[in-house]
């Protein structure tokens, strides 16, 4: 492939990376920016701004920015469209449409595509013998992918924790585990999985059961804020409310887990909401139930194991 007159392209500026919003208003003569940097014997650290048309072939592309630099219009040259986040270094044919490759790219990178970016256009010289010398570039794992992607704006940040398993990106018994110690540690015990709330026994008072939680749940869609037993309560209760059906909350853990004082959270909640003033004698008297349920229990479960 040899340089020749371009049919479709006006070369601008060559030299830096910015060049102006490349975006013409009028759908049918829209014109794109390329941005192109040459890989040549000779290196020049410029970039060639190109403005072109969606239709614009590479063989055209090729002939403006071999234009635009100066370069030697008898040489042979190609155009390698670099996508580093997939290793990737890729020649594009005489009749291939680079404008379609940037459209492909992500958002970030199409107005505006400098190196920094991870996708761009490098032209480089054919080898004397007419083939093409492909770079490999060195691949990345998922990790450092996704790393460098976010780093860019293409990806949301990663998240170090999730209020919610089935958001976990693996899930594994390490994952859940991991998921469930980083958000301990940043006094985060409540973490849902699904419709289901898993607590882990802080040990210790934390301050989030006082009134201003009740009112700051009641009638929150569940998942809409941070995990808390007062959003399993809400739910219970306005289901009630609305079904006019009884509700019934499964709390299960080993022993010393937090089962009776999550219960009582829960009763604290429940009558909060029910009487709309916080301070409630309701709440003393189901709360002073409560260990005598609990034998009640407990006994009926003895008699029924040694049935
Ligand atoms: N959310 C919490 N915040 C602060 N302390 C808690 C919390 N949950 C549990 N605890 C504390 O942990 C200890 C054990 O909790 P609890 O008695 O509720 O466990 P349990 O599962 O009911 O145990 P068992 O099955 O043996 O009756 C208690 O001292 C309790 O105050």
């Given at each position: 492939?040899?340089?020749?007159?371009?049919?479709?392209?006006?070369?601008?500026?060559?030299?830096?990376?910015?060049?102006?919003?490349?975006?013409?208003?009028?759908?049918?003569?829209?014109?794109?920016?390329?941005?192109?940097?040459?890989?040549?014997?000779?290196?020049?650290?410029?970039?060639?701004?190109?403005?072109?048309?969606?239709?614009?072939?590479?063989?055209?592309?090729?002939?403006?920015?071999?234009?635009?630099?100066?370069?030697?219009?008898?040489?042979?040259?190609?155009?390698?469209?670099?996508?580093?986040?997939?290793?990737?270094?890729?020649?594009?044919?005489?009749?291939?449409?680079?404008?379609?490759?940037?459209?492909?790219?992500?958002?970030?990178?199409?107005?505006?595509?400098?190196?920094?970016?991870?996708?761009?256009?490098?032209?480089?010289?054919?080898?004397?013998?007419?083939?093409?010398?492909?770079?490999?570039?060195p691949p990345l794992s998922k990790e450092q992918e996704v790393q460098r992607l976010a780093a860019?704006?293409?990806?949301?940040?990663?998240?170090?924790?999730?209020?919610?398993?089935?958001?976990?990106?693996?899930?594994?018994?390490?994952?859940?585990?991991?998921?469930?110690?980083?958000?301990?540690?940043?006094?985060?015990?409540?973490?849902?999985?699904?419709?289901?709330?898993?607590?882990?026994?802080?040990?210790?008072?934390?301050?989030?059961?006082?009134?201003?939680?009740?009112?700051?749940y009641e009638k929150h869609q569940l998942g809409k804020l941070e995990p808390h037993i007062f959003?399993?309560?809400?739910?219970?209760?306005?289901?009630?409310?609305?079904?006019?059906?009884?509700?019934?909350?499964?709390?299960?853990?080993?022993?010393?887990?937090?089962?009776?004082?999550?219960?009582?959270?829960?009763?604290?909640?429940?009558?909060?909401?029910?009487?709309?003033?916080?301070?409630?004698?309701?709440?003393?008297?189901?709360?002073?139930?409560?260990?005598?349920?609990?034998?009640?229990?407990?006994?009926?479960?003895?008699?029924?194991?040694?049935?």
């Amino acid at each position: 492939m040899s340089v020749r007159d371009g049919a479709a392209t006006m070369a601008t500026n060559a030299g830096g990376g910015g060049g102006g919003g490349g975006w013409s208003n009028d759908p049918d003569d829209r014109m794109y920016l390329l941005q192109i940097y040459p890989r040549l014997a000779a290196q020049s650290s410029t970039c060639c701004n190109l403005r072109v048309q969606k239709n614009a072939t590479t063989a055209s592309v090729i002939a403006d920015a071999a234009a635009a630099l100066g370069l030697d219009p008898d040489c042979l040259y190609v155009l390698a469209e670099v996508k580093e986040s997939g290793g990737e270094e890729w020649i594009l044919e005489a009749g291939d449409l680079p404008v379609q490759r940037v459209l492909l790219w992500p958002r970030k990178a199409q107005e505006q595509h400098p190196q920094s970016f991870g996708f761009y256009f490098l032209l480089q010289e054919r080898n004397h013998d007419g083939s093409i010398h492909y770079v490999h570039l060195p691949p990345l794992s998922k990790e450092q992918e996704v790393q460098r992607l976010a780093a860019r704006g293409f990806l949301p940040p990663p998240q170090d924790d999730f209020a919610d398993l089935c958001n976990l990106p693996v899930l594994s018994e390490d994952s859940i585990l991991n998921n469930l110690r980083t958000r301990f540690y940043k006094k985060k015990i409540y973490t849902y999985a699904g419709s289901i709330l898993v607590a882990i026994n802080p040990f210790k008072f934390l301050p989030i059961y006082n009134p201003k939680y009740v009112k700051m749940y009641e009638k929150h869609q569940l998942g809409k804020l941070e995990p808390h037993i007062f959003a399993i309560a809400d739910v219970a209760y306005y289901a009630m409310l609305r079904k006019r059906v009884n509700q019934c909350i499964v709390i299960s853990g080993e022993s010393g887990s937090g089962k009776t004082q999550s219960t009582n959270f829960l009763i604290h909640c429940l009558t909060a909401l029910s009487q709309k003033g916080y301070a409630s004698g309701v709440e003393r008297t189901i709360l002073g139930a409560g260990p005598v349920l609990e034998i009640i229990i407990s006994r009926m479960m003895t008699e029924q194991a040694t049935e």
